[in-house]
Nanobody
């Protein structure tokens, strides 16, 4: 199992920007991995709902975004592939929630829609809170 850690959450005014980061312990490198970012909306903790936001397959740098994120958010790896970042811009209160990153090892993705499907992933981080206010 890979131990994932999210960081970068916080309190942001509507229209602002925030960058989340997902890393793994022990100097782990995300080569040939699939990484997804998910949002758990407020009040959905008991149900365990986690909505897909963006995903990336690091082997070929292929990406997929939820409709709500497309054009506003960007998922990318850093130059050393030690982190997977989610750059969020033009934030709205609807973006509020706990953001999780998830991962599995894989070089080939058969269906790109699975990149933002929570059922695709086994390893999850602890989450980082994002709150957008007006």
């Amino acid at each position: 199992e890979v131990q994932l850690v999210e960081s970068g959450g916080g309190l942001v005014q509507a229209g602002g920007s925030l960058r989340l980061s997902c890393t793994a312990s022990g100097g782990f490198i995300f080569d040939d991995y699939v990484i997804g970012w998910f949002r758990q909306p407020p009040g959905k903790e008991r149900q365990g709902v986690r909505d897909g936001v963006a995903g990336i397959t690091t082997s070929v740098n292929g990406t997929l975004y939820a409709a709500s994120a497309k054009g506003r958010f960007t998922i990318h790896t850093d130059s050393a592939q030690t982190a997977v970042n989610l750059q969020m811009t033009y934030l709205t209160p609807e973006d509020t929630g706990v953001y999780y990153c998830a991962a599995y090892e894989g070089r080939i993705v058969k269906q790109y829609c699975t990149l933002i499907a929570s059922s695709s992933y086994d390893d999850w981080g602890q989450g980082t809170q994002v709150t957008v206010y007006t």
